[in-house]
């Protein structure tokens, strides 16, 4: 008796019995993954239970993105299938497969980051990086392989019954009409969907700027009430302001509506000697925007405002309050080329500018990462740096610090033992078992954060000691809050404390007003305006107001939210919140509420829309502000297109040690004036590129311009204090013009420096040497004379 065989040869047309399988097993792989994600939540102590409602939904809103890929996929295998046998069934596998692995990607990211990923797939190897993403791909490529495989070997015969209930397939369908219109959550959306749905939006949005005004975000200078200076007794004497920039530091941490309180006990007990806002954002979800939003109010552009290719015209603090006589400085313990903070610094001629470069021997790095890299100097070496800094004490001071201990990776001195102190402060805490949880996950996160919180304690200490103190308004507040902890909702992540504290300061209070980094700017202006009379600008194109209201909603206020790189995301006008194309309306407490008012959410919509519109366009075109009305100045020198093309062909892509090498090939060969042309392009790309500063200062002194040669170089040393190839390159400057004095008077910086060098010391002889010899010629010509 002949045996039927009915599993079709490669030679066979594939039909959907054959289809439908796959399809199966697509869905049955999703709902793995989901019952994965929870699963990782729930140990990670993001969540109290595992099994509940949220999950279900996942589970729908994956059957229904089974739907939609078996639908489309449909068509392709028939097609396929009538072209070869066997090709429509390859191609569908490998598609399914595909979408698994991103799904899983996908999820992978979500357990981390504790956010959805949205159209930048290259933020997939954005992580707490304890897996890198290689492996990630390779492991997760390689389960969902097996998985796949074994189900989909199982899956026929569960076609089989399911084909014999015809209508089982009706109520799949409707399943699937059903939940084109719930209620899609990140952690209860498919991914995979998302992300697709994301990018399609990102690719075809043309939103441009249509309007007639040509700067349309510029008003006039109004006068308002002074909200902000009422709550001091100022001196005659103009205020230093000191500016706090903390890295991740959100409301999650301190005040009475914080998540995980007790990490931060220092700061805790400040914010109730301060002003304290409890309803407050930042205008971004990461950490580089914050300081452009804290000094200038300013919009943001595609990628950030420091990272526009372009010049803006534009007012901050530090270019206003320097034309009324305050000194600026910028103090951070990383790398000030990262999201070109010397570019937009040096721009704004901030008189001290302190980064990595700046500290030299006696200050200790943070502990390098798995890839070999460290952020710099963590936070008390940072404020320890900054005790050795002079001032003129004469002048009021403006003076903002960026901190980076509270930073992924979190690899503070001393971790251990920081660890150690976060576990004993969760002994004595009132947090539930999944907070405890999550803490026990995350210690070296919270370690940090005790670690900042000793850094700040020590900062304000010391700073207590000084005579300036009492006349001293200090503002802290976080950049961001913690991407790397979870937030419940997608306003959690730009939800920070704001500290203003001064021993000038009437009595503490805890202002509701909902307000923004952005509205720092515009209330300090105000504030030394009205008192003090500075000069303020007729126009001003700031993107805040006041700091303080009536209420805890104004309903003209806009706060556009920067997520990440890739533009505004999110937008706040009033009492409603818009996320994802979703309109929420806010409560008092800042939670969500589901908003059932039409009008609003259209409104809102438009608002947004017509804000990036703006946004986009002030910064690519530099439309912020008029010249006349711009206090920063374009400074650096323009080129021509010949000029533009030899550059171009001198080096490739944005490797500037490359093109800086190149330039120094060309000053040795004595063609200075090529040289000098390539130096000036790289230092409009990366201004504090020290090495080609200290070489265009070298080609100067070798053409005798002496004088230029000693600006150039003492401006560089003042930049990098601690790089002794500055000190070498004008001491070489001293010799050659013949003035040993000066190098002799510079001896003194080099000692105060720390510089200790064979070949600093050899020119210091020298320079003493010809010091001597030039006496003694002196003495000669004396005797000459006599005789």
């Not at 570019?343 to 980064?355: I, W």
Request: with cysteine; hydrophobic share 40%; charged share 20%.
């Amino acid at each position: 008796m002949q045996v039927q065989n009915n599993i079709p040869t490669n030679s066979e047309r594939r039909s959907l019995s054959d289809f439908v399988p796959l399809v199966f097993t697509f869905f049955a792989c999703l709902v793995l993954l989901s019952l994965y994600q929870y699963l990782r939540l729930y140990v990670d102590g993001v969540l109290d239970g595992f099994l509940n409602k949220s999950l279900f939904l996942l589970i729908l809103h994956n059957l229904g993105f089974a739907a939609i890929a078996g639908l489309v996929l449909a068509f392709a295998f028939n097609l396929l299938e009538e072209k070869k046998a066997g090709l429509g069934i390859k191609v569908v596998k490998i598609t399914l497969f595909a979408l698994l692995v991103v799904e899983g990607l996908l999820i992978e990211y979500y357990v981390r980051q504790y956010e959805i990923l949205e159209n930048n797939i290259f933020n997939l190897a954005i992580g707490k990086g304890d897996v890198l993403p290689v492996l990630s791909v390779v492991s997760i490529g390689v389960v969902i392989y097996f998985v796949f495989n074994y189900l989909y070997q199982r899956m026929s015969t569960v076609y089989r019954v399911v084909s014999k209930m015809y209508p089982f397939t009706i109520v799949l369908f409707s399943l699937f009409l059903a939940i084109l219109n719930s209620d899609k959550k990140p952690i209860n959306e498919n991914k995979t969907q998302h992300f697709l749905v994301s990018v399609y939006e990102n690719l075809t949005d043309f939103n441009t700027y249509e309007g007639s005004v040509k700067f349309p975000l510029v008003k006039k200078y109004q006068k308002d009430d002074d909200r902000l200076g009422a709550h001091f007794n100022l001196s005659e004497q103009k205020p230093n302001i000191v500016v706090l920039i903390i890295d991740g530091l959100g409301a999650d941490f301190i005040g009475k509506k914080a998540s995980y309180s007790g990490f931060t006990p220092f700061l805790e007990k400040l914010s109730q000697k301060s002003l304290y806002w409890e309803n407050y954002l930042s205008n971004s979800g990461i950490g580089a925007p914050a300081m452009t939003s804290i000094t200038g109010s300013l919009p943001f552009g595609e990628i950030g405002f420091t990272n526009a290719d372009n010049f803006v015209h534009r007012q901050t603090l530090f270019s206003l309050l320097k034309k009324n006589g305050y000194q600026t400085a910028f103090y951070y313990g990383g790398n000030s080329a990262l999201n070109h903070f010397d570019k937009f610094l040096e721009e704004e001629q901030v008189d001290l500018v302190l980064d990595k470069k700046g500290f030299g021997d006696g200050y200790t790095l943070q502990t390098e990462d798995g890839a070999g890299v460290t952020l710099g100097y963590p936070d008390k070496e940072l404020f320890k740096k900054w005790s050795t800094v002079t001032l003129d004490d004469t002048m009021p001071k403006f003076e903002v610090f960026q901190t980076t201990s509270t930073k992924s990776p979190y690899a503070v001195p001393n971790l251990e033992m920081y660890e150690e102190q976060a576990l004993a402060q969760l002994k004595s805490s009132n947090l539930s078992e999944s907070q405890k949880r999550l803490v026990r996950k995350n210690t070296e996160i919270f370690a940090s954060l005790l670690y900042m919180d000793e850094a700040m304690r020590s900062f304000i200490t010391s700073f207590d000691q000084r005579p300036e103190y009492h006349n001293t308004i200090f503002i802290i507040t976080g950049s961001h809050n913690l991407n790397d902890l979870p937030q419940y909702n997608e306003l959690g992540r730009y939800k920070v404390p704001l500290l203003v504290f001064s021993p000038m300061l009437k009595h503490p209070q805890e202002i509701q007003t909902l307000a923004s980094h952005a509205d720092i700017a515009p209330s300090l202006v105000q504030l030394l305006e009205t008192k003090y009379k500075i000069n303020i600008p007729e126009q001003v194109a700031w993107l805040g107001d006041n700091l303080i209201s009536d209420s805890v909603f104004s309903e003209a206020k806009s706060i556009p939210l920067f997520r990440d790189a890739q533009r505004v995301k999110e937008y706040v006008l009033g009492d409603h919140f818009i996320s994802s194309r979703t309109v929420s309306k806010l409560d008092k407490n800042l939670k969500l509420i589901d908003s059932e008012d039409d009008a609003k959410s259209n409104l809102l919509k438009a608002s947004l829309k017509e804000f990036r519109a703006i946004n986009s366009y002030v910064v690519e075109n530099d439309k912020l502000i008029p010249l006349k009305n711009s206090l920063v100045v374009m400074t650096t020198p323009e080129f021509s297109k010949t000029d533009l093309i030899w550059i171009e062909s001198m080096f490739n892509g944005k490797d500037f040690d490359n093109a800086y090498a190149s330039a120094k090939k060309l000053a040795f060969d004595k063609e200075w004036d090529r040289a000098l042309l390539l130096c000036n392009y790289i230092l409009t790309k990366i201004p504090s590129h020290a090495d080609t500063e200290i070489l265009m200062g070298r080609i100067y002194a070798w053409k005798t311009d002496y004088a230029k040669a000693e600006r150039l170089l003492k401006k560089a040393i003042q930049k990098y204090p601690v790089y002794e190839d500055g000190y070498a390159a004008l001491l070489d400057v001293y010799f050659w013009a013949k003035q040993p004095q000066k190098a002799m008077q510079l001896m003194k910086l080099v000692k105060s420096n720390n510089i200790n060098s064979e070949e600093i010391a050899h020119k210091i002889n020298r320079a003493s040497t010809q010091l001597k010899e030039e006496a003694t010629k002196k003495d000669q010509l004396v005797t000459s004379e006599y005789e």
